[in-house]
């Protein structure tokens, strides 16, 4: 693994390890932070719409008149 995924993957385990009240208070915190609320929402949009199948532009094009 590199450097850069090693952070991730050291902070995602801690965070695993961590009883289930304190990973609660801690995404509510992260959850306030406008930002990082919309960077999940925004994910979480795009893994949703991952699944979506593809459609020709023109036809995008025509739906919206």
Do not use: C, H, Y
Request: positive net charge; aromatic residues 8%; proline residues 3%.
């Amino acid at each position: 693994m590199k450097a850069q995924g090693m952070t991730a993957e050291v902070f995602l385990t801690a965070f695993r390890t961590m009883p289930k009240k304190e990973q609660n208070l801690f995404l509510m915190e992260i959850i306030k932070d406008s930002r990082l609320r919309e960077d999940l929402i925004d994910i979480a949009i795009a893994e949703n719409r991952a699944r979506d199948r593809g459609r020709p532009f023109k036809e995008f094009l025509k739906e919206r008149g």
